[in-house]
């Protein structure tokens, strides 16, 4: 209970502090929840809207109580009450004995990385009751996990490791009592701690905790206001007060001439009409908030003065010994003036031993406005200098040196560097300012560090998702090189063209690279890049004749003056353009050039062609190596955790979801599919987000779970400027192919049918041939649905030509299974029975497991049908094992109904769709369920849940799915039943 205590008694005796400065207003909250909006009508309808929160924030309470995660934002301008609301919810929280756990970010501390994080858990998970032994992601960023020498590995493409290891700690907090973190003042929070707000936000803890959160309305990042007002976050703007509610909150007469004056100036904003109402004079009106802290602080004796002015530069919360320092006073006499900041409440005690923060963020902002510019800039100097001799971390004195330094100050450049390369992999965008502020330190004539520095803000920049500027950065390094025979250029050009195909700006990339390999000599160091670059963007862009030709001379190129690993690089591009391009003997080959040097080369040898790894494991998707892909993309992961903390890890990632599917490893795809897609947020890049919610598309087809299927593919679809064809490697023909697919599956045929007929020309003759074979079989299958059976026919001749002239065991097994499927729809069940075991060896022999499962179950109904009952059974039990082992559950419970029909017993190893299915149900799918029952339309349960249609019917097909249903009324009729059970 240490931590329960701690936290009520420090809730209690701050809000002791804020009832002493709040007057009238404290009324509505002494008198408890029940009584406060009976007060509050007295007030007027912004003192009842008040009121309105106060019940909404205990309702969060309670929702937390419930063993899930709740979320509450207040939103509004300075002073408008968030920071006393948060107070009251942890006076409550903290008299229900909730764990209550808070912190405020600042304006100073937007450097730091994890700063609002830190402040918040730090002191509890360095205690005895906290967490336990730390992962190593934790250990680097909360100083009381004593980080041991040598840190996390964890790289900045992969923050979404740290967001884990945060969110399983905080669950851990969680574990004897509920849990309330209140973090405000998130208009200053730095990038790190909002990433990890976003995450929480998107993935909540599955434990009672309860996450307030407050800022500023119109001054937040629009990242933060959108992820608040997302559906599942309780979202409560504070609106300001009338005149004559200000006038009672006062206790003035509404026609007084000082309540005017004062609303006059800050409107009807409580926190200053409280401060300004409480001067010691009350005839003075000053112009704003910062005159009127200006005179506290002007009260103060000189010493208490500086040391304010000083607290201010230092930190927010700031130590007091380095406030002293920096005020230049002794230890006594800045002792004394603390105690005088402290009795005036400018100061007030913080948890931690000789930490104290400002009354309010924006007194310190007040305070450091106030104080003389000139003042300021040596006041930072004097703060760099003393945390430099404290040992204090490069990025808690980059602040300081960023506001003192003057250019060519060259300990400044190197700390400003240093901050930026320890802070690059965990908290990239902090990086990112501090390159930006070495940057404006160096002389311009300085062109060598110029460009090396831009090199870094551009790989930080690309961390962050800022792909936009990491472009700019770039093109200005670019163009401070004009020897284009420089390596520097041509490696600058060759990223620069990579970061412009993510940017979607293919004919860019494309134009950049042809002008770089006019210009650069065809041996020069770096050429055979620019050609890698080229033809990889010519397979992006589904030229794939030019992607082959371009590889081809990439390679001759290689082998004529390159080293191995530039022969390696250019083979493993070519064999990936070659594989797309259905030209399977040559890529076979090139490919073994490719892992003859990769499989014998270390990690380092491979550094600055890590790119090898990822065309070659592409290539080897295609040419059915699976687990050899597999090998690859994870030794390349694990390199560029070590080697290059800038490298985006969301293709990485993705790339493994096809062969995980392919091998029949869907629970291990689906987490895969997951990972990215969270981390694809932190970037902020679209066309990142619209690749991993294809995947993970595909990843809950697999599985069966429609609902999230949909849901994911329109998203992408959404997203992508591409919706019918892709722009990569894993693409397709887009989103618009895996929403086809699971709309097929759901029973939306007709829909299906608009999505896949504009495929069915062009698009699909452009795509790679080693996929059209999935492409015509999606389409023979949606017309056999509709009863098209001619159209059925001449689709499954299309697979089975395309097929034929590859020699590759996937495309023909699909083909011959879309063979099958015509065969039974045509009655004849034992062709289709001999034509689904044929497909189902062809896909055997490269360990397409769930390919063959699916075959199988496709073989077994053949057998079925045509009255062979004893093999039909046989067959099914052996593809409903093979569906359940790899975790497809939706097509499983389709065997198992198939068993069930023969009069067979099914293995019941897991849940199926059918068999306990509302128990299965979330809460969430429960209540739409529930309401269905009572014969609401989608549009009725929308206004009812304040959720919108299409978020309904995701969340009915996941409804269908799990109970086996296929109306609205079979919904119905199934919860009808399990109550009168």
């Known amino acids: 209970h240490g931590l329960e205590g701690l936290a009520a008694g420090h809730a209690a005796r701050e809000l002791e502090q804020d009832r002493a400065q709040r007057g009238p207003e404290l009324d509505l909250v002494e008198a408890g929840l029940g009584d406060a909006a009976a007060q509050a009508q007295q007030l007027g309808a912004a003192a009842v809207a008040r009121a309105e929160r106060r019940v909404g924030l205990a309702a969060a309470l309670d929702e937390a109580a419930g063993g899930a995660m709740a979320a509450v934002a207040l939103a509004g301008e300075p002073g408008i009450g968030k920071t006393r609301m948060l107070a009251e919810l942890r006076m409550m929280a903290a008299e229900r004995g909730y764990v209550v756990v808070h912190a405020a970010a600042s304006e100073l501390e937007a450097y730091v990385p994890y700063a609002v994080a830190i402040a918040a858990l730090d002191p509890y998970l360095g205690s005895p009751a906290g967490t336990g032994s730390a992962p190593a992601e934790l250990a680097a960023i909360f100083p009381s996990l004593a980080p041991g020498p040598g840190g996390s590995e964890t790289s900045a493409g992969e923050r979404w490791r740290v967001h884990r290891s945060i969110r399983e700690a905080i669950g851990r907090m969680a574990e004897r009592s509920p849990l309330v973190i209140v973090l405000d003042d998130l208009h200053w929070c730095d990038e790190a701690s909002l990433e990890l707000i976003e995450a929480l936000l998107r993935r909540p803890v599955d434990a009672p905790v309860l996450l307030a959160l407050a800022y500023r309305d119109g001054q937040a990042p629009e990242r933060l206001t959108a992820a608040t007002r997302a559906p599942g976050v309780e979202y409560l703007p504070?609106?300001?007060?009338?005149?004559?509610?200000?006038?009672?909150?006062?206790?003035?007469?509404?026609?007084?001439?000082s309540v005017a004056a004062l609303y006059e100036q800050v409107g009807g904003n409580p926190f200053y009409l409280s401060q300004l109402a409480r001067r010691p004079d009350p005839d003075t009106v000053p112009d704003g908030i910062v005159a009127t802290i200006a005179a506290e602080v002007a009260a103060l004796d000189p010493a208490a003065r500086r040391l304010a002015e000083s607290a201010a530069v230092a930190g927010e919360p700031f130590a007091a010994d380095l406030a002293i320092e920096v005020a230049g006073l002794s230890e006594s006499d800045g002792l004394t003036g603390l105690d005088e900041l402290l009795g005036s409440d400018?100061?007030?005690?913080?948890?931690?031993?000789?930490?104290?923060?400002?009354?309010?963020?924006?007194?310190?902002?007040?305070?450091?406005?106030?104080?003389?510019?000139?003042?300021?800039?040596?006041?930072?100097?004097?703060?760099?200098?003393?945390?430099?001799?404290?040992?204090?971390?490069?990025?808690?004195?980059?602040?300081?040196?960023?506001?003192?330094?003057?250019?060519?100050?060259?300990?400044?450049?190197a700390l400003l560097l240093r901050a930026g390369e320890e802070s690059a992999a965990r908290a990239p965008a902090t990086a990112g300012r501090c390159f930006d502020a070495a940057l404006r330190l160096i002389p311009a004539t300085d062109g060598a560090r110029q460009v090396a520095v831009r090199e870094k803000l551009a790989d930080a920049l690309r961390a962050a998702g800022d792909l936009g500027r990491a472009r700019r950065v770039l093109l200005e390094a670019i163009d401070l090189l004009p020897d284009h025979s420089d390596p520097r250029w041509i490696d600058l050009t060759t990223r620069c063209a990579a970061v412009e195909r993510w940017l979607?700006?293919?004919?860019?990339?494309?134009?950049?690279?042809?002008?770089?390999?006019?210009?650069?000599?065809?041996?020069?160091?770096?050429?055979?890049?620019?050609?890698?670059?080229?033809?990889?963007?010519?397979?992006?862009?589904?030229?794939?004749?030019?992607?082959?030709?371009?590889?081809?001379?990439?390679?001759?190129?290689?082998?004529?003056?390159?080293?191995a690993a530039e022969v390696a690089a250019a083979a493993a591009a070519l064999s990936l353009a070659e594989a797309v391009a259905g030209r399977i003997g040559e890529a076979r080959a090139n490919r073994l050039e490719a892992v003859e040097f990769v499989d014998a080369?270390?990690?380092?040898?491979?550094?600055?062609?890590?790119?090898?790894?990822?065309?070659?494991?592409?290539?080897?998707?295609?040419?059915?190596?699976?687990?050899?892909?597999?090998?690859?993309?994870?030794?390349?992961?694990?390199?560029?955790?070590?080697?290059?903390?800038?490298?985006?890890?969301?293709?990485?990632?993705?790339?493994r979801c096809y062969p995980l599917e392919t091998l029949g490893r869907l629970e291990e795809a689906a987490g895969v599919a997951a990972d990215a897609l969270e981390a694809s947020q932190l970037g902020g890049d679209s066309r990142f987000r619209a690749w991993a919610l294809f995947e993970h598309a595909w990843a809950s087809y697999y599985r069966g779970e429609l609902g999230t299927a949909v849901a994911s593919a329109e998203e992408s679809m959404r997203l992508s400027e591409r919706p019918i064809g892709g722009a990569g490697p894993s693409a397709g023909i887009g989103p618009a192919w895996v929403l086809a697919c699971a709309l097929i599956e759901s029973g939306e045929h007709d829909r299906a049918r608009e999505l896949l007929h504009p495929l069915a020309g062009?698009?699909?003759?452009?795509?790679?041939?080693?996929?059209?074979?999935?492409?015509?079989?999606?389409?023979?299958?949606?017309?056999?649905?509709?009863?098209?059976?001619?159209?059925?026919?001449?689709?499954?001749?299309?697979?089975?030509q395309d097929a034929a002239a590859l020699d590759l065991a996937l495309p023909r097994g699909v083909a011959q299974r879309s063979r099958a499927a015509l065969s039974l729809a045509a009655g004849d069940a034992r062709r289709a029975a001999r034509e689904a075991a044929a497909s189902a060896?062809?896909?055997?022999?490269?360990?397409?497991?769930?390919?063959?499962?699916?075959?199988?179950?496709?073989?077994?109904?053949?057998?079925?049908?045509?009255?062979?009952?004893?093999?039909?059974?046989?067959?099914?039990?052996?593809?409903?094992?093979?569906?359940?082992?790899?975790g497809s559950t939706r097509e499983r419970d389709a065997a198992r109904r198939e068993l069930r029909r023969l009069g067979a017993r099914a293995e019941v190893r897991g849940p199926g769709a059918t068999g306990g299915g509302i128990d299965s149900l979330t809460g969430r799918e429960r209540q739409i369920a529930e309401l269905?029952?009572?014969?609401?339309?989608?549009?009725?349960?929308?206004?009812?849940?304040?959720?919108s249609e299409k978020t309904i019917e995701s969340h009915l097909r996941n409804v269908f799915a799990k109970l086996g249903a296929s109306s609205r009324v079979e919904v119905a009729r199934l919860l009808e039943g399990r109550r009168t059970d």
């Open 601 to 655: 080369a270390s990690d380092d040898e491979l550094i600055g062609q890590i790119d090898v790894l990822y065309h070659l494991a592409w290539a080897e998707n295609y040419l059915e190596h699976y687990d050899a892909a597999l090998g690859h993309v994870d030794r390349m992961i694990g390199a560029l955790r070590r080697v290059d903390g800038a490298r985006p890890l969301v293709p990485l990632m993705l790339l």
């Open 504 to 563: 979607g700006r293919s004919d860019d990339a494309r134009r950049r690279l042809l002008r770089a390999s006019e210009i650069v000599p065809g041996d020069a160091p770096g050429a055979t890049g620019i050609l890698i670059e080229l033809a990889v963007g010519a397979v992006y862009d589904r030229d794939l004749e030019a992607a082959v030709a371009t590889g081809a001379r990439a390679l001759a190129g290689a082998r004529r003056q390159g080293t």
């Open 346 to 413: 400018l100061v007030r005690t913080t948890e931690a031993p000789r930490s104290f923060a400002f009354r309010h963020p924006i007194v310190r902002r007040a305070v450091y406005e106030g104080a003389p510019a000139g003042w300021r800039l040596a006041a930072h100097g004097r703060a760099a200098a003393a945390l430099e001799r404290r040992g204090a971390q490069a990025v808690a004195i980059a602040p300081h040196v960023e506001q003192s330094a003057a250019e060519g100050d060259e300990a400044a450049i």
């Open 238 to 257: 504070l609106e300001p007060l009338s005149i004559a509610d200000a006038a009672e909150l006062l206790a003035i007469e509404p026609g007084a001439g």
């Open 841 to 886: 060896e062809s896909l055997g022999t490269i360990g397409a497991r769930i390919e063959v499962a699916f075959s199988r179950h496709l073989q077994g109904r053949a057998a079925a049908a045509a009255g062979d009952r004893k093999e039909a059974i046989r067959i099914l039990r052996d593809a409903e094992t093979e569906l359940d082992a790899c």
């Open 762 to 800: 062009e698009e699909i003759e452009g795509a790679m041939p080693v996929e059209r074979a999935f492409f015509w079989e999606t389409l023979a299958l949606a017309e056999l649905d509709g009863g098209d059976v001619a159209l059925a026919r001449a689709y499954t001749e299309r697979a089975e």
């Open 932 to 947: 269905v029952e009572r014969r609401l339309t989608n549009r009725e349960i929308a206004d009812q849940l304040v959720l």
